[in-house]
């Protein structure tokens, strides 16, 4: 069965210090793997995504995360926290079984201090 | 590109009223996926659609639920009769059968 599980509900930063989501993903075949942000009383918006190329993925505002299949992990991060990053972040998995279905983690609420 | 359109951002019913939302995927997308975000119970998927099809309705909660696609530009989920539990941010999503989902700003749904 396909899963993933997002370890921490809860991330603060201060402002211009790195940022460290983390996230593993369990699943039977060969996944895709996407990082979603979501700012308050907004859609979902796709921060970057793992299709089995490079496994080190750059996203969009300087977000990258790295696919790591001995871990079975898929941890987002950015070098610098910014204000703006203040949001919900879901870590989603999907699987080449020859439809579109996403399982989405519980998601991560970021905050940022100044 | 106007990206997935819910033109509807607050719906207000009250219990036992009949709720129609509505959605329009992005052009040229071919699947179409109906999502619920609760504080409760996070984001779940309910229903969607290939070409217009319903291929998995699994997540639709109860008999009250139900969603079409009567074309390729256009769906609906109703819930009939609502509930205050169906309060919940609705979410439309498309795909073009890439696995990356485009979703909408959702409908905040709240039954009085």
């Known amino acids: 069965a396909q899963s993933v599980t997002q370890l921490d509900s809860h991330v603060s930063v201060s402002e211009g210090t790195p940022v460290l989501l983390r996230c593993n993903y369990s699943?039977?075949?060969?996944?895709?793997l996407f990082w979603y942000v979501q700012h308050p009383n907004k859609g979902l918006q796709l921060l970057l995504k793992y299709t089995s190329a490079a496994t080190l993925v750059k996203g969009i505002n300087g977000f990258e995360a790295e696919f790591k299949k001995s871990e079975t992990s898929f941890h987002l991060t950015k070098p610098s926290a910014h204000m703006s990053d203040a949001a919900e972040y879901f870590c989603?998995?999907?699987?080449?079984?020859?439809?579109?279905?996403?399982?989405f983690g519980a998601g991560t609420r970021l905050a940022v201090h100044p | 590109d106007a990206g997935v359109i819910q033109s509807t951002r607050h719906e207000v019913t009250e219990m036992g009223q009949e709720v129609t939302l509505r959605c329009k995927p992005i052009s040229g997308h071919d699947y179409l996926f109906w999502y619920r975000q609760t504080m409760m119970r996070g984001l779940e998927l309910l229903i969607y659609f290939n070409n217009n099809v319903p291929i998995d309705d699994s997540g639709m909660p109860e008999d009250r639920f139900s969603a079409k696609m009567p074309n390729a530009s256009f769906s609906t989920l109703k819930i009939q009769p609502s509930e205050p539990r169906d309060s919940a941010v609705y979410f439309c999503?498309?795909?073009?059968?890439?696995?990356?989902?485009?979703f909408g700003p959702g409908t905040r749904l709240t039954v009085l």
């Open positions: 699943s039977s075949y060969s996944p895709s």
């Open positions: 989603v998995v999907s699987f080449s079984g020859g439809y579109n279905k996403l399982i």
């Open positions: 999503a498309s795909s073009g059968g890439n696995n990356e989902q485009f």
